[in-house]
């Protein structure tokens, strides 16, 4: 613990303690019979309580307190996890599990010792107004203090390096940091591709590190092992798309003596702001902003309607959400819904209308007191898209894939609040990528890997995988627990997994679907969490 716990009087009061460490870590204190408890921040760390024989009971796995509690399926929830790209806050914090709640990153979980429960907000926004030259030496050292708690001089240390400007850092803080390293690039088949020749280059000025060269041949096909069993975690996740893959990397970086993997997830959400950005910046500084989103829009190739919907929306959070709950209801798809405040919100064409119902419902009850989780709808939408890195980071760090735990620096807390204190419009151009991470890297990672403007997809690998794995889905799609349940339509998904076009449906809707569809699977399979089996017949003191 760090010197300033001295000064802890109330449970509370620990945060004065922790506030700015590195690393990624709960929470928990206990006081004079008050228990103050949190995740993280980034929610790669999360809390959940519940009550158990009439007792407040709080632990960091949904499931185990499911186990305790006798909790079935939240089906209302669930459908969410059909959604696709992002569920909004506060619902994206919930579990799929009746009766067991998730306390939002931004809180803390307070039991007293009378029994009563409650919340409060423990994190602060930044300021979100340095400019990117005072802001971005801050984010270099949040991101050398994040890679130092993990690498040790002398103890190997895993890091994927794939080309990109995130593991690249990485991977350039840990040689920094002393320790040896060993490092796993993946060759892509597509034509083109220029990840493999910037992680060349990059591996030419890391001395000493081991490479891990992987072409596609070398790794199981994307969606290899959809029909074996998995222990489930706590909510379906996008693991089963390359499960089989990461654990031959992580089976090759065990034999290679790393224990830990440092990957550079969540740099994608955390480095840079989403487009909301430009609804502040129009209405602060309206040329520029002008500027800025006719740049954007001709990037993403963005009708101007839609565009102009966008920027010129002023209705509130409670607004936003009901809208997308009626964009469910219409056709007109994702373009349907407003995108205001944050992603807009579709379910794939085979849900059934019971799962449209459900996921209506709850945005509409939630609409009736959610707060976002700041005003300002720019930094909202990157807060929310960084603690959907988060949580996806939390479920790479349970999977300990060939026991080599992973760790997600971007997604620490403080990496994050070092990031959103810098001015948004400073964090994203239409004209430069990252402008943030490649300001904080500058002196450190070779320039033109900061100077790279294209980023590569394992598109090819993708669609040959699901090709290759037709058969499997369409066994799934025969006898499909998730039409067993009412949440999607038989015959509509049975359509979609065999017809020629299945290739066309979309990566976020085919793997959220499968992604359920697992889960419900697996639970099946592995009703009581092993981790809970391997330790029921211990004395509890032994616990």
Not at 57 to 72: E, F, I, P
Not at 236 to 253: E, G, H, K, Y
Not at 295 to 321: C, F, P
Request: with cysteine.
């Amino acid at each position: 613990m760090r010197p300033t716990a001295d000064l802890v009087r109330a449970a509370a009061d620990i945060e004065g303690a922790v506030s700015g460490a590195p690393g990624s870590f709960h929470v928990l204190a206990s006081m004079g019979g008050e228990v103050y408890a949190r995740g993280s921040f980034s929610e790669a760390r999360r809390l959940f309580w519940s009550v158990a024989d009439g007792v407040t009971v709080a632990a960091d796995r949904a499931r185990t307190l499911a186990w305790l509690a006798g909790s079935g399926i939240d089906l209302e929830n669930l459908a969410l996890r059909l959604a696709h790209p992002d569920v909004p806050h506060p619902l994206a914090s919930g579990t799929p599990w009746r009766g067991v709640h998730g306390v939002p990153g931004a809180e803390a979980l307070l039991l007293e010792r009378h029994g009563r429960m409650g919340t409060r907000r423990w994190w602060e926004e930044p300021s979100g107004e340095l400019p990117l030259a005072v802001g971005a030496p801050a984010v270099r050292q949040a991101l050398e203090d994040a890679v130092g708690v993990r690498a040790r001089p002398g103890q190997v240390l895993g890091a994927d390096l794939s080309g990109g400007m995130d593991s690249t850092s990485l991977c350039f803080l840990a040689a920094r940091a002393g320790a040896p390293l060993v490092t796993a690039t993946l060759e892509w088949a597509a034509s083109g591709n220029e990840d493999s020749a910037y992680a060349d280059r990059a591996a030419a000025q890391l001395l000493g590190i081991q490479r891990l060269v992987f072409g596609p041949a070398d790794l199981p096909a994307y969606f290899t092992g959809l029909g074996q069993p998995q222990e489930p975690d706590d909510e379906p996740t996008a693991l089963v798309r390359d499960r089989a893959q990461q654990q031959c990397i992580a089976d090759a970086m065990r034999a290679a003596g790393a224990g830990l993997r440092l990957t550079g997830h969540g740099g994608d959400h955390v480095v840079e702001a989403p487009d909301q950005y430009l609804h502040r910046l129009l209405r602060r500084h309206p040329v520029r902003g002008i500027r800025h989103a006719a740049g954007q829009r001709a990037r993403h190739h963005r009708g101007l309607r839609s565009a102009a919907r966008t920027l010129t929306d002023t209705g509130s959070y409670q607004a936003w959400l009901n809208g997308v709950a009626d964009a469910l209801n219409r056709p007109g798809g994702p373009e349907a819904a407003p995108t205001g405040w944050g992603a807009p919100l579709a379910l794939p064409p085979w849900a059934g209308r019971l799962a449209v119902e459900y996921v209506s419902r709850l945005l509409r009850q939630t609409a009736r007191t959610a707060e976002p989780v700041v005003h300002e709808r720019g930094r909202h939408a990157w807060i929310q898209q960084a603690q959907t890195a988060g949580r996806l980071a939390g479920n790479l760090f349970h999977s300990a894939l060939g026991g080599v735990r992973a760790a997600s620096p971007f997604c620490d807390d403080a990496v994050i609040n070092a990031c959103l204190a810098v001015s948004a419009s400073d964090t994203k151009s239409p004209w430069t990528y990252k402008p943030l991470l490649a300001e904080a890297m500058r002196g450190l990672v070779p320039e033109p890997i900061l100077a790279r403007t294209s980023k590569d997809h394992s598109g090819t690998e993708w669609y040959a995988g699901l090709k290759l794995h037709q058969a499997q889905l369409a066994d799934w799609a025969a006898d499909s627990r998730l039409v067993a349940c009412g949440l999607a339509d038989g015959p509509e998904l049975k359509r979609a997994f065999l017809s020629p076009r299945m290739l066309d449906l979309g990566a976020h809707a085919l793997e959220a679907t499968l992604a359920v569809e697992a889960w419900l699977r697996d639970l099946e399979a592995c009703p009581t969490p092993t981790y809970l089996r391997e330790h029921a017949d211990e004395p509890a003191h032994v616990r």
